[in-house]
């Protein structure tokens, strides 16, 4: 059963840089497409990001310019990047796997099977 | 970006009646090529991430019961649970990944029981 779960800091100072690492267990990180998603106190579910194992990436276009993705397939790991935070960016991040690999039914490329539990980064002083 | 607006935003329902939740995407994301929709919908109980429900708009995800259902097309879509469970209760999103990103969700319909 693969299993997703995100670890870094909860508490971001303002302008700083937040950090958050996904790290992929029950399965290979190789063959699939892994994404951040964050959900706002109160909002709808944002879509973040993607990266493929080769490094490939998309991002929101609301955030590209402040956001990055990276891969480490030897730690079966991706990590998200937010640099100049503010406290909109105050949210629950969740990493979770595309839902359209090697090993899985045709789902189409874009929705999401399997989620790690969050986590919740707040950005204060 | 393409918005998706489900309603109700609440729901109170009895335990083994049918809960019935609306989404509307602000543009088709039924794809001529062929001819699916590319809607999914998701399941997110207190405490839990989301959990895949649906896709193509109407496929069950495995393992999923099959009180859960999804039907519609185009820009409006309906997940229907036939007969209530005390654990259905959470909060239902749907979600388009018609387009290239970004992917988009709905507000969320939280499900609760009368």
């Known amino acids: 059963q693969v299993q997703l779960r995100e670890s870094g800091p909860g508490l971001v100072k303002p302008s700083e840089t937040l950090s958050l690492t996904c790290t992929v267990s029950g399965g290979s990180i190789s063959g699939y497409y892994w994404s951040w998603i964050r959900q706002p106190p109160g909002k709808r579910l944002e879509y973040v990001g993607y990266i493929s194992k080769t490094g490939t990436t998309n991002y929101n276009p609301s955030l590209t310019s402040r956001v990055a993705i990276s891969v480490d397939t030897s730690k079966n790991q991706f990590s998200l990047n937010v640099n100049s935070v503010t406290a909109a960016d105050t949210a629950v991040y969740y990493c979770?796997?595309?839902?359209?690999?090697?090993?899985?039914?045709?789902?189409?490329?874009?929705?999401?099977?399997?989620w790690g539990r969050g986590s919740l980064v707040t950005v204060s002083s | 970006d393409i918005v998706m607006t489900q309603s109700p935003d609440s729901l109170d329902v009895s335990l083994g009646e049918r809960a019935t939740i609306n989404c509307k995407s602000s543009?088709?994301?039924?794809?001529?090529?062929?001819?699916?929709?590319?809607l999914a919908w998701y399941q997110q109980k207190p405490g839990q991430p989301p959990k895949l429900l649906i896709y193509?708009?109407?496929t069950r995800e495995s393992g999923v019961p099959d009180r859960f259902s999804g039907s519609g097309s185009g820009t409006d879509f309906t997940l229907t649970i036939s007969s209530l469970q005390a654990e259905d209760v959470a909060i239902y999103y749907c979600q388009q990944y018609y387009t290239n990103p970004p992917w988009t969700f709905g507000q969320g319909t939280k499900v609760e029981i009368k």
């Open positions: 193509w708009a109407s």
């Open positions: 979770a796997r595309i839902g359209s690999g090697t090993s899985t039914p045709d789902r189409g490329f874009g929705n999401f099977d399997y």
């Open positions: 543009q088709s994301v039924l794809h001529s090529s062929n001819s699916k929709n590319y």
